[in-house]
């Protein structure tokens, strides 16, 4: 079983940049495809990025298209997610969360059984 936790949330203006981390810890990540939902208040938890076992495939939200990036360092267990440009509709609460059960089912949130606690992002206009 894999733990998660979340990391690089903050305050930031309009336009500015945020790089979140994932840290993972009690199982490699290697055989887990992973992924970053975010939640903003009101709504429901959306997948933002995702991306697969061995890094070679990544799939965004139309949202983040161009902005955002996910990548992997799977020797050191770790996830992240570059934002760029950010937006105040970027405002929400991001979470890591991991997928072994059905790899291959990237988009679907009900395959990601690990979750982080995840980070406060907020972005002022």
């Known amino acids: 079983q894999v733990q998660l936790v979340e990391s690089g949330g903050g305050l930031v203006q309009a336009g500015g940049s945020l790089r979140l981390s994932c840290a993972a810890s009690g199982h490699t990540i290697s055989t887990y495809t992973m992924g970053w939902f975010r939640q903003a208040p009101g709504k429901e938890r959306e997948l933002t990025a995702t991306?697969?076992?061995?890094?070679?495939?990544?799939i965004y939200a139309d949202s983040v298209k161009g902005r955002f990036t996910v990548s992997r360092d799977n020797a050191k267990n770790t996830v992240y997610l570059q934002m760029n440009s950010l937006k105040p509709e970027d405002t929400a609460v991001y979470y890591c969360a991991a997928n072994n059960r059905r790899p291959y089912y990237m988009r679907d949130r009900s395959f990601y059984d690990y979750w982080g606690q995840g980070t406060q992002v907020t972005v002022s206009s």
């Open positions: 991306i697969n076992l061995s890094g070679t495939t990544t």
